[in-house]
């Protein structure tokens, strides 16, 4: 059922034009200078009015990301993937949803201290969330997203480690531009990394909620009673 898969992409696409229109308020606005360098995502978006649409950006990001953990975390246990693995893979994804709603709603100009608390749980525990995944999607046998989607999932993976740590390097060095320019694309890596997720959802019929009102101490002691046998 490919509406499910839907959601994945929508996350990728809203992520993805979502930003480039804050960097270009940010831009047309005057609030960034891009002649001195590239600016990070974070110094586009703390400003009004762009400093608006980030927070909704990833605010709905956020909402996105939880529920398509979710759908992944049920997903693979109905699939019979590894429970621990699983559990910690669902942990991982709720807190980079925590992170992005973070960075959105405290920007740096204002919050700096959980505005970087949320960045590292946005791109850090990001990072890790697909690692668990690229491994949830090796474990799970067969593989029902293709042949290609593992290899894929695990090299986009390995990019995205591969561009956290130029990042911090790069900064470091004090290189600010291209610093931002590997957070950029480490951001819009992790958004492609949500939208594989489509290939996955594709085979997902259905998806339901059901709540059951939990019996009475006494029925359940009857009940449990009930299916004793005495001994002869």
């Not at 992944?72 to 942990?91: E, I, K, T």
């Not at 999607?137 to 591969?162: M, N």
């Amino acid at each position: 059922m490919w509406g499910w898969a839907l959601l994945p992409i929508l996350l990728a696409i809203w992520g993805t034009v979502g930003f480039w229109v804050v960097y270009a308020m940010s831009v047309a606005n005057g609030s960034v200078n891009v002649t001195v360098g590239f600016p990070y995502i974070s110094t586009c978006g703390s400003d009004p009015p762009q400093s608006c649409i980030f927070s909704q950006v990833l605010n709905v990001g956020a909402f996105l990301v939880v529920w398509i953990s979710c759908l992944r975390f049920q997903q693979v246990r109905d699939w019979g993937g590894p429970c621990a693995l699983n559990a910690a893979g669902l942990c991982l994804g709720l807190l980079c949803a925590l992170g992005a709603s973070l960075v959105g709603n405290f920007q740096q100009s204002n919050q700096l201290e959980t505005h970087l608390f949320g960045a590292f749980l946005a791109f850090i525990v990001g990072v890790i969330y697909f690692w668990v995944q690229a491994v949830l999607t090796h474990r799970v046998k067969p593989q029902r997203g293709g042949r290609w989607i593992g290899p894929t999932r695990f090299c986009l993976s390995a990019g995205s480690t591969a561009l956290l740590v130029a990042m911090f390097t790069l900064h470091g060095l004090g290189l600010r531009s291209e610093a931002a320019a590997c957070e950029w694309t480490l951001a819009l890596t992790l958004f492609l990394l949500f939208g594989l997720f489509a290939v996955d959802f594709r085979h997902i019929e259905s998806c339901s909620l059901r709540l059951q009102r939990r019996a009475p101490a006494l029925a359940l002691e009857l009940g449990a009673a009930s299916t004793q046998t005495l001994a002869p």
